[in-house]
């Protein structure tokens, strides 16, 4: 309640403070050729929220320049956002810095708490005085939680963090008030998206390794980000005064999108129905605006007092590109007294019938991750994946030039020694050499969630790996399936030299299986410094995440699309 109270405290000393700086109520804080600096830690680096926010903004203001500029680096704190701007260097110079700070300042733990946050302040101090000095509008990022799951014990590591982080805060509050600087609260906006999340499945995890978020994380910090800048608005003139920024949502109008979870033919359509409730005693008029996918579309409304009215968009299949997204649903009402905005989260994957056309894979298919600096080649190649109804059929070719055989009893990422050869729970790679494949095998309505902690698998997600082990002093492949799984799961099949062939017959509770595979490729038995290849996906969970993954139909193509976290 403390935190609570503070921060509406602050929130309403940064509206005074803006209202006095000369600006424009009716425009958007944006001008049509800002350069934003984004500066940050291991939450910024990915570029994903900065993505979201450009393809929103590109969609509402085709013509505008604005740039969303990356400084943010992994590991870092506030200190380094200082130096960041210094070093920066382009030909157009910067005319905007957002700082999101605070996770990495904990140092983690909650031990010497008044230095950390005295050399926090001092940090940030120094950001908003070479702002001044290079004539940046500077905006602090409410940055977010460290969170696992909806229902923590009491003393989760993650709630002792976050109450570092949660003092931190506190005092960063304070600055900004004294320094009139602005504070979009993008933790608050992640929070309310999250607790929709956990509405639908309490499981639910933006953070799976407890502080880096998800897309559908990123897409509520964008939205925020967003709404807070007046996204929707018309630009402020490049000359002129800034508009006014939107620091709290609207208490007079309200926006929402139906939620749904269909699979549609690929030249069907997709209805976006919006409705727009306006809380106050007078009527407004004016636009309401959609962008999901890069589409924009906007309708104008006349609304009286204490109403509401539902508007449906369609939004074309052949919009969609490439084989999957997740991506914010910006919605904005831009009226002649109200401007009111809010997002949730649109995802879509393409279903690829592999009945009679199997999917082919090869090794260019794979990415890699890891600190190993040589770049190595995926060993697994000329790979097919067909489904018959229950049936998976994997082939594959695995030629590894320097096998590592499995073994029991190697420690995990904690030093837990695990008792079995392949570690099927594992964040990263294994031990040894290893081609591991996963399904998800849910509902259509829970299908592509990230529903467990990175350590574990989501319930109804299905993962498998092939390994070699020594008989008789040669290398035989073998496959290892769950404990809790029938053991006669899944059956490899030795088709030639070094070609292997998968089969599992496993029950999908939806029309479609979500399908994923990583490599690992060692040189030697050992936990850290694995070389792992996986299929793409968006950074810090690529390959893992669930709304990536290949959705395998059997005769029929379509479209899986969810209007909802």
């Not at 405290?9 to 804080?29: E, F």
């Not at 007079?252 to 690929?266: V, Y």
């Not at 009945?355 to 190595?376: D, M, N, Q, Y």
Request: charged share 20%.
């Amino acid at each position: 309640m403390k935190m609570k109270k503070l921060w509406r405290i602050m929130i309403q000393a940064t509206l005074i403070s803006v209202a006095c700086s000369g600006m424009s109520a009716d425009t958007s804080y944006l001008r049509p050729d800002d350069q934003v600096l984004t500066c940050g830690d291991s939450i910024t680096a990915p570029g994903t929220y900065q993505k979201y926010v450009s393809e929103v903004l590109k969609a509402l203001y085709p013509d505008n320049t604005i740039s969303m500029i990356n400084l943010g680096s992994g590991g870092k704190s506030a200190e380094f956002g200082v130096s960041s701007v210094k070093l920066y260097k382009s030909e157009k110079a910067p005319s905007m810095a957002l700082f999101m700070f605070g996770v990495n300042d904990t140092g983690w733990n909650q031990s010497n708490a008044d230095a950390k946050i005295k050399t926090f302040i001092d940090s940030l101090q120094k950001g908003i005085d070479l702002a001044k000095e290079k004539q940046l509008s500077l905006i602090f990022l409410r940055e977010i939680h460290f969170s696992h799951g909806a229902n923590p014990p009491p003393d989760a590591f993650e709630l002792m963090v976050t109450g570092m982080l949660d003092k931190e805060q506190e005092a960063q509050a304070a600055l900004a008030v004294t320094n009139k600087i602005p504070i979009i609260d993008v933790r608050g906006a992640y929070q309310t998206a999250l607790e929709r999340a956990w509405a639908k499945d309490p499981a639910y995890e933006f953070t799976p390794d407890i502080i880096h978020p998800t897309p559908p994380g990123q897409a509520a910090m964008a939205g925020e980000v967003l709404r807070a800048l007046g996204a929707g608005l018309p630009l402020s003139p490049a000359d002129g005064p800034r508009g006014t920024l939107h620091l709290t949502p609207s208490t007079d109008m309200k926006l929402s999108i139906a939620d749904a979870t269909e699979i549609i033919k690929t030249d069907g359509t997709i209805p976006l129905k919006v409705t727009v409730k306006n809380l106050s005693a007078k009527e407004d008029e004016g636009t309401i605006m959609v962008v999901v996918a890069g589409q924009k579309f906007a309708k104008e409304i006349k609304l009286k007092a204490s109403s509401a009215e539902t508007v449906e968009f369609t939004l074309p299949a052949s919009a969609l590109a490439g084989r999957y997204d997740v991506t914010p649903v910006y919605m904005a009402f831009v009226g002649k007294n109200i401007f009111a905005a809010d997002s949730t989260l649109f995802f879509y994957s393409k279903i690829q019938p592999a009945e009679k056309t199997p999917i082919a894979l090869s090794a260019s298919s794979f990415v890699t991750l890891g600190p190993e600096k040589i770049v190595r080649t995926c060993p697994v190649t000329d790979i097919s994946i067909a489904r018959a109804g229950e049936l998976f059929t994997m082939d594959f070719t695995w030629n590894d030039t320097t096998p590592v055989m499995a073994q029991t009893g190697v420690k995990d990422f904690f030093g837990v020694p695990v008792p079995t050869p392949l570690n099927l729970k594992a964040r990263d790679g294994q031990p040894c050499d290893a081609v591991e494949f996963v399904l998800d095998l849910r509902s259509t309505a829970a299908i592509g969630r990230w529903t467990s902690n990175i350590d574990a698998n989501p319930a109804g997600i299905l993962r498998l790996g092939v390994y070699q082990e020594l008989v008789d002093g040669k290398p035989v492949a073998k496959v290892m399936t769950e404990p809790v799984q029938p053991a006669d799961l899944a059956v490899l099949t030795v088709l030639g030299e070094n070609k292997y062939r998968l089969t599992v017959r496993a029950k999908s509770a939806g029309q479609c299986a979500g399908f994923s595979m990583r490599v690992t490729d060692n040189t030697e038995l050992k936990t850290s410094s694995t070389q792992v290849f996986l299929l793409p996906g968006y950074p810090q969970y690529a390959g893992k995440d669930p709304m990536t993954f290949i959705q395998l139909g059997t005769n029929e193509d379509g479209i899986l699309y969810r209007i909802a976290y």
